[in-house]
Every structure is written in structure tokens, then in C-alpha cells.
């Protein structure tokens, strides 16, 4: 076929195919792509209801309980609070972008200053953020089956890994509708326990205010235990990308819907930390409780101990079963998510890294595979040694992108207004974002391990991201942004140009063109010019071809007889 931005077509060097798997837009969601019109069509309520859905995990129990164990409950408030104001300040921008470009944290990095493989560095540690948090999602969930059970740790391990799998092979279609069918449920175990626990032991509040835990001040407020115990919490910072998976899929924005869009966003992309924080702080009221019922000062810190406690208030004579049934629950919810995101990031990984992508599926098997290896080496009893060190490099991360997203765009302009995500206009390493992210890692994880004093490994994660965010704007300056675009894209082919164009439509061909590698029509958003295929390339296979070394990049292709 020919078109008017795009050179007339020739055949192709060689057709590609794809497997069933990638194929099939249900199972494969369009994982390494721009979300099209056409396949979104959930309300904003669907997509916010599924992004919160993913929320429903109890490691934010756990960690709140951990903290106010190891710090006592004064420090673990402040250094959760900290945390959670950090985090949502700096999920707005990147809730926003990934909801108006219809793209996951993974697309959304390369045109934020990452390059194209640069980016495939945050893949990484984005991977590991959702194997991490399923490993303990999982241990949460083995720990429950062995106290109502009986079934020993290391099976509990495999039956909650491998359950998770067939609900995630469906994507977004099977998500979005287990999420919002369990949510009232969920709400309802979730917020009952504390209620009941208020009414019932009026000196809940008092206990849980004084308690020490095992802090080395007692019940004292120490500044530099605050700090390390908001450095444990800011390890949630990468949860933005898993809400990011989610508001991909958001509606475009329009006048008609613009408030629901943006109360949709807000509470689906930085409002999950309000629930989240409000979970940790439950986590440090519970373990207390835990306590003051007998539980050991070192299992207090096990959703499980907490919630049969709590359930005891309400069910005394079935805590133990209505405790199970929320804790299975609530982690049913958040690894499916894990193990969705997770099977983008590892997607997104080797399709760049390998030009090798056999489907979203596989990865699953994949990432549940290495969460279930650090289960079964006992990630759980490491849990904060494990959160603190993560959270340099992850911080470092989110504070680069975000440093783009709110000064290099809208106040430098040197990077681009939209967000460029093909392969073909970008450079590989772009020294904005992949420098200032590498430098803020290497010297915060020097003084995450004491390189400079115990005040800076107390607040390292702080170093990372204030190191990250100023760097970001200083390296764009010092580049005069060169390092973003690569070759100028078409008209119309870029993010910014989907709204004018209007398109959307599953079989409008005005707005889509033909693949001349794979032959499957998507939407120009998604198409660049092929000097190699001399013709129209989606951005996937753009991203899996071997053979063309990047000529796109340094020669310019010539324009069609139309133009």
C-alpha cells in the first residue's frame, strides 16, 4: 500500500510472523506498544477500579508492621508519611502522561530521557520491583495456608505461585473484571478489623502510640531512624509503573469527560499511596495489637498474626478462618497484577535486548519463576535489608523520569512535548535521564552503605532522587538536548497527533496502515518509515529487526511520489 506520509511500500525482505500467543490481542494486550483507540474501551470508573484493585496487597501491612517493630511507632509514622508524601508527588506526572499517551513506565522512560536501550536498564529494575513484591505477596500467602492449613512453607510457596498464573494470562480483559467483582469484599475485610479493634480496646490507640518495638529509642523520636525506616517504604516509589500498566488504558480525555478522566488518574495513579500509607500505619497499629495478644515481637510483623487479632474482635470463634480467606484474597489481587506488570518489563527487556519476543505469556512463567525461587530462599526474613537497598536505585529512577516530565518538557523544552517510543527515532543511551539516574544510584547506594557518615545512610534514598532530579535538568542543558530525538518523526505519527487524527476506529483504515514486515494494520502512532523494508514498520518489529544496523537513523528515507 502507499501513503502520503509514508514512501510507497515495497515487498518485504522477509515477512515475519508471529506466534499465536503475540498474535492475539487479548492474551498479549499490546505489550511492547502504544495502547490503540481501538482496543481501549473500559470507562475511566473500569480502568481506575482495576489499578486500585492491584493495590489490595498486604506488604504494605507487613512493611508498616516491620517498621514499627525494628523502629518503634513513632519513627515508623514519621518515616511513613515522609514516604508516602515523596511518592505521590511524584506519581502525578507520571500517572498523567502514561494516562494522555496511552503508554506503560516502560515507554514512557525511553521518551523521557532514557534513549532506547537506556531505558532497558529501568525494565530491570521495574522487573525486579514486581518479582520482589510477589515473592513477598507470596510468602504472605504460604504463611497463611501453613497456619490454617498445615501446608509446609516451601509447597505454600509453588500453590500460591502457580495459581496466580492462568488468571494473568488473559491481561487487562480477566484483570479489569476480577478486580472491581472483588473489590466490595475486599473493602469491607479490610477496614472492619481496625473498626472493631477501636470499639472493643480503648486503649488500642494509647498501646499502639507508645509502642516501642525494638527501636534503639525506645519510644523517642530519632531523626536518623526516621529516615531509614521512609527509605524502606520509598521502595514502593516503582508501584507508579504498575499503576501506570493500568492507566494505559485510560479513555482519551475529552471536555465531556475531563473531570472523570482526572479524578480517574489522580486517585488511580499517585492516589493509590493515601490507601497505601493509610495500609502501612494500619500494618504498625496491628502489630502492636499482635503483641499485646500474645504474638512474638518477631512474627508480629505477619499480616496473618495481624489479621487474626483483628478478626478476633468481629469472629472470635473463626478469626483464624475469615483471616485466611482475606489474606488469600488480597494477595490473589495484587500478584496478579505483579505478575502482569512483570511480564511487560521482561517483554520490553528482551525485545530489545535479544530482538527476540515469543509473547507476553511466556514471560509470565518467567517472572513467577524467579519470585518463587526468593521465596523459597526465605526473602521474608531479610524483607527490610532487601526494601533498603532497592529503593536507591529505584528512587534514582522515578526521580529522573519525573524530572524530565515537569522541568525538561514543559519549562526547558528540551525534550520533545510528546512521548517518543519508537526505535527508530531514538538514540540508544540518551545521557539526560540514563546519567543522572546512574550517578544518583552509585552515590546513593555508596551511602546507603555508610561511604559518608550515618546521617547519609539514613537518608540515601533522599540523595538518590534530589542527586537524580537536579542532574536531569543540568545534563539536558549541558546536551542542549540532543540526545532525544534521533530522526524527526512524520506528520502524524506522533502521540501528540492521535487526538487531531481521531483515530481509533477497529477497522478504520484512514487512520491505520499496513506492517510491510508483519502485515497486520495498526494505528500510525505506532508506524515509522523503514529506509531498510522501504516502507511502513510497526514499532515491534522496528524493535526485532536484526539486520538493519539502524540505517533509519543515518539515512533519511526518501519521500514518497505523493510529497
Not at 529501568?122 to 501446608?151: D, K, P
Not at 479493634?197 to 534503639?216: H, T
Request: proline fraction near 6%; glycine fraction near 8%.
Amino acid at each position: 500500500m502507499t501513503d502520503s506520509t509514508f514512501g510507497g511500500s515495497t515487498p518485504p525482505k522477509s515477512r515475519r510472523s508471529y506466534n499465536k500467543l503475540v498474535n492475539n490481542p487479548v492474551l498479549e494486550d499490546y505489550s511492547l506498544r502504544y495502547a490503540p483507540k481501538s482496543f481501549r474501551r473500559w470507562s475511566e470508573y473500569a480502568v481506575a477500579s482495576a489499578a486500585l484493585g492491584g493495590i489490595a496487597y498486604l506488604a504494605d501491612q507487613a512493611i508498616g508492621g516491620s517498621l514499627a517493630v525494628q523502629f518503634g511507632f513513632a519513627n515508623a509514622f514519621w518515616g511513613i508519611l515522609l514516604a508516602a508524601v515523596v511518592i505521590f508527588l511524584t506519581g502525578i506526572p507520571i500517572a498523567y502522561y502514561s494516562a494522555k499517551y496511552n503508554v506503560d513506565v516502560d515507554l514512557l522512560t525511553r521518551g523521557a530521557g532514557f534513549g532506547y536501550l537506556g531505558s532497558t536498564i529501568t525494565s530491570v529494575i521495574y522487573a525486579s520491583f514486581t518479582f520482589i513484591f510477589f515473592a513477598l505477596e507470596g510468602s504472605i500467602m504460604a504463611q497463611a495456608f501453613n497456619i490454617y492449613f498445615g501446608i509446609p512453607l516451601p509447597i505454600g510457596y509453588a500453590l500460591g505461585s502457580l495459581m496466580i498464573i492462568p488468571l494473568v494470562v488473559f491481561g487487562m480483559t480477566l484483570l479489569s473484571k476480577l478486580q472491581v467483582w472483588t473489590q466490595p469484599i475486599w473493602l469491607l475485610l479490610l477496614f472492619s478489623p481496625p473498626i472493631a479493634v477501636l470499639i472493643g480496646d480503648p486503649n488500642a490507640i494509647a498501646n499502639w502510640v507508645s509502642f516501642k518495638g525494638n527501636s534503639p529509642s525506645g519510644a523517642a523520636i530519632d531523626p536518623l531512624l526516621v529516615g531509614t525506616a521512609a527509605g524502606i517504604a520509598l521502595s514502593l516509589i516503582a508501584q507508579i509503573g504498575e499503576q501506570a500498566d493500568y492507566l494505559r488504558f485510560m479513555p482519551d480525555k475529552t471536555d465531556a469527560n475531563r473531570f472523570k478522566w482526572w479524578v480517574a488518574v489522580l486517585a488511580a495513579g499517585p492516589g493509590w499511596v493515601v490507601l497505601g500509607g493509610a495500609k502501612q500505619l494500619m500494618g504498625s497499629f496491628f502489630a502492636s495489637v499482635a503483641v499485646a495478644h500474645g504474638t512474638p515481637m518477631a512474627n508480629a510483623n505477619e499480616p496473618i498474626q495481624m489479621y487474626i487479632a483483628g478478626f478476633g474482635y468481629i469472629v472470635p470463634f473463626a478469626a483464624l478462618g475469615v483471616a485466611t480467606f482475606f489474606v488469600i484474597l488480597s494477595q490473589v489481587k495484587i500478584n496478579v497484577t505483579n505478575a502482569y506488570s512483570g511480564s511487560l518489563s521482561w517483554s520490553n527487556f528482551f525485545s530489545r535486548v535479544l530482538h527476540y519476543h515469543p509473547g507476553r505469556v511466556v514471560w509470565i512463567f518467567f517472572n513467577v519463576g524467579i519470585s518463587l525461587t526468593m521465596m523459597e530462599l526465605n526473602m521474608f526474613s531479610v524483607l527490610d535489608k532487601i526494601l533498603g537497598f532497592y529503593s536507591n536505585t529505584a528512587v534514582a529512577w522515578i526521580g529522573a523520569v519525573v524530572a524530565d516530565l515537569v522541568i525538561n518538557k514543559p519549562i526547558l523544552k528540551l525534550s520533545p512535548s510528546y512521548v517518543e517510543f519508537k526505535r527508530a527515532h531514538l538514540y540508544n543511551f540518551n545521557p539526560v535521564g540514563f546519567g543522572s539516574m546512574v550517578i544518583a544510584s552509585v552515590i546513593s547506594i555508596a551511602a546507603f552503605f555508610g561511604a559518608f557518615g550515618a546521617v547519609a545512610s539514613a537518608f540515601s534514598c533522599f540523595i538518590a532522587l534530589g542527586l537524580a532530579f537536579i542532574l536531569s535538568p543540568i545534563i539536558a542543558i549541558a546536551t542542549k538536548g540532543k540526545y532525544y530525538i534521533a530522526r524527526e518523526p512524520a506528520a502524524g505519527t506522533t502521540l501528540d497527533d492521535v487526538p487531531m487524527l481521531g483515530m481509533g476506529h477497529a477497522h478504520d483504515h484512514e487512520h491505520t496502515l499496513e506492517c510491510i514486515s508483519c502485515g497486520f494494520e495498526y494505528e500510525r502512532a505506532d508506524m515509522t518509515e523503514c529506509p531498510f523494508h522501504t516502507g511502513p514498520i510497526c514499532s515491534l518489529c522496528c524493535s526485532l529487526e536484526k539486520s538493519c544496523a539502524d540505517i533509519c537513523k543515518t539515512v533519511v528515507p526518501a519521500p514518497s511520489p505523493a510529497e
